[in-house]
């Protein structure tokens, strides 16, 4: 018999091959032992890429954009100690985000520990709390199983992240491969872990079509779950069905195309026909969107203190969360839809026909975009936010890949922008943690994953220089996309607030940055292709010059600093004690009124 003697790094890969990895994303340190046998055919047969950053923090944010690209899970590897503590801020966003990754990572030796060797940070409590597993294999024989549990609890139930440590003398030890507990963690992918959520409550689900089809005024807020269990053709079918508006939430974001007679844009009260519309809705039903402070904790102005709640989501603890629930669904929201599409035809015996409420919406969101249209047509220097967004909507493809990233600029990129599919506009955070600075490794991993396609990052400009460095990963690694810096000069989201909270004399007071400062300039210091923009006419001619520059491209374009979003007077808010209080329905009005001044 052939015994063969492979060591724990080798073990690792050959567990990350069978469960399908293609791609590392990675900072060397004492995990290089693992890039070792990425292509070594005895461990991946068919390889694995190796894109290695400049900093950690990158590493799991284009993990983070992986699965969103691709809908596989990203895996990450960095070094043990420092390494891992710059790696951590990436992973509360997927925490937040539902979004599975797995970071091996290594650490000290197990024979040094407590002994202050190089690079001990004990990091496994910091991780805990952001992390659905975070611990160490003790044992080479096992790195396998360990490998694959980390997948099995990434990718199931509510997705999310998990940090594998393993000590360095586990992962240099040899070990015998044809040991059994070795053999038996190489079973096929699909019966190491489960690929399909569970289905609802019969019951519980034709009470919710019931009640859906009795409404007068229903609306679906389309979250992160529809997205991410694939929905999107089972939502559209029921919502034709039962003639429902569509709005979507977190990265729900593009679940139904924007010329469908029943998309609403986003379900919030931020703006956009949300605003008007949303609190007015006597029944929602809610798939796979956590009921958070985005959403002002499931009260006015989001939801109606009225309204009737259903609630479809696959962690059983979040249905009730902050607002009590008519009708709570476990369920995979694919599952949950399947079923009520079966319910549905059953109880409509001829077509549905738009209902006044449905032509109020449509009549809405015609407003909203004449509105956009508007601004997007403004001819002024400094450059109108809106004009950049529209341009950039305007260029970019349908089938292209927009990522925002940023403060204010984010706002109007989420509310300007049209998703066209599933997964083709996302952020670098999810209407809960707005983590800053993901864009430009998000849209590595995206190019990497599509690179065909125009992938285009929209960003402040504060939030570029957080991992804008990254750009010299993209060329390495010939990954052009285009950055797009909304310049104002600012780190504008603060700046603007501090003025609408206290007074003009604290605009920027702590959040201003230079206007010396040249992002173009910065681009070909990467040995990439930067162009500099004031003028609103020359933003599509430089979109085009960079696209086909072919390299990993900066526009800086000067925006005018001085133009609020919704989210600058909604700060004011949070200074109010009298928001503190238990006043709901008070502070709705108050929020409700300063949005009105807006307009
Ligand atoms: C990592 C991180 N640090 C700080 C903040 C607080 N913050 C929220 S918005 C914002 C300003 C962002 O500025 P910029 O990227 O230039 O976008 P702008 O608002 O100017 O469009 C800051 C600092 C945050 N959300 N995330
Ligand atoms: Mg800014």
């Not at 003697?5 to 690792?12: F, H, K, R, S, V």
């Not at 959520?197 to 409404?215: C, H, I, R, S, W």
């Not at 997205?227 to 919502?239: D, I, T």
């Not at 072919?550 to 133009?563: E, F, Q, S, Y």
Request: some cysteine; proline content about 6%; glycine content about 8%.
């Amino acid at each position: 018999m052939i015994i063969i003697i492979q060591n724990g790094a080798q073990l690792i890969v050959k567990a990350l091959s069978n469960q399908g990895v293609k791609v590392l994303w990675t900072l060397c340190g004492d995990n290089d032992l693992i890039y070792n046998y990425c292509h070594d055919q005895s461990c991946a047969e068919t390889g694995i890429d190796i894109i290695d950053f400049r900093h950690e923090q990158a590493t799991g944010h284009a993990a983070m954009g992986y699965y969103l690209a691709t809908g596989k899970v990203g895996v990450c590897s960095v070094q043990s100690g420092p390494g891992i503590t710059d790696l951590f801020p990436s992973i509360p966003i997927a925490w937040d985000a539902s979004i599975p990754i797995v970071s091996i990572c290594t650490s000290t030796p197990m024979m040094n520990f407590e002994k202050l060797a190089a690079n001990e940070i004990d990091v496994v409590p910091s991780f805990r709390p952001v992390t659905k597993w975070a611990g160490y294999c003790y044992e080479t024989a096992r790195l396998p199983e360990y490998v694959n549990m980390a997948f099995r609890i990434a990718s199931t139930g509510r997705p999310g992240p998990v940090l594998l440590l393993v000590p360095f003398d586990v992962m240099v030890k040899e070990c015998d491969d044809e040991l059994a507990i070795v053999q038996q963690a190489f079973k096929p992918v699909k019966k190491l872990r489960a690929f399909h959520g569970p289905y609802g409550n019969e019951k519980m689900v034709t009470q919710a079509v019931d009640l859906l089809l009795k409404a007068e005024r229903p609306i679906i807020m389309a979250g992160t779950g529809t997205n991410f269990s694939g929905a999107s053709k089972e939502l559209v079918e029921f919502a034709e069905l039962a003639q429902i508006p569509v709005g979507m939430w977190g990265y729900g974001l593009g679940v139904i195309h924007p010329d469908h007679p029943l998309y609403f844009g986003l379900a919030s009260p931020l703006d956009g026909p949300g605003t008007s519309m949303l609190h007015k809705a006597d029944v929602i039903l809610i798939l796979g969107a956590r009921i958070t402070e985005m959403m002002n904790f499931g009260y006015m102005p989001c939801f109606n203190d009225d309204a009737k709640l259903i609630q479809v989501d696959i962690k059983a603890e979040e249905i009730g969360r902050n607002r009590a629930i008519d009708v709570p669904i476990v369920a995979d929201v694919k599952g949950a839809l399947t079923q009520m599409i079966k319910i549905a035809k059953t109880k409509i015996n001829s077509l549905r026909s738009e209902s006044p409420w449905v032509k109020n919406v449509q009549a809405e969101v015609k407003k909203f975009y004449d509105r956009l249209e508007k601004d997007g047509s403004n001819d002024k220097v400094p450059i109108h936010p809106q004009r950049l967004v529209k341009e950039i909507g305007d260029f970019m493809p349908e089938d292209g890949f927009i990522i925002l990233d940023g403060g204010d600029t984010t706002v109007w990129g989420l509310t300007g922008l049209k998703p066209y599919f599933p997964k083709s506009l996302y952020f670098s955070g999810s209407f809960g943690i707005q983590h800053l600075g993901g864009g430009v490794p998000i849209a590595i991993a995206t190019k990497y994953s599509h690179p065909e396609k125009k992938v285009l990052v929209l960003t402040g400009d504060g939030s570029f220089l957080f991992n804008g460095k990254e750009i010299d990963t993209a060329r390495r690694h010939d990954l052009p996309f285009v950055v797009v810096i909304s310049n104002d000069r600012l780190w504008g989201m603060v700046a603007r607030s501090q003025k609408v909270a206290h007074g003009r004399k604290f605009f920027g007071v702590g959040s201003s940055l230079s206007d010396e400062t040249r992002y173009d300039k910065y681009a070909e210091a990467f040995n990439c292709y930067g162009e500099l923009v004031v003028d609103p006419n020359e933003i599509r001619p430089a979109l085009k010059r960079a696209f086909d520059s072919g390299l990993p491209a900066i526009i800086d374009v000067r925006t005018n600093p001085k133009i609020n979003t919704v989210m600058d007077y909604m700060a004011k808010e949070a200074y109010n004690p009298k928001t503190w209080k238990r006043e709901v329905k008070k502070k709705a009005e108050e929020v409700v009124e300063v949005i009105t001044v807006k307009k």
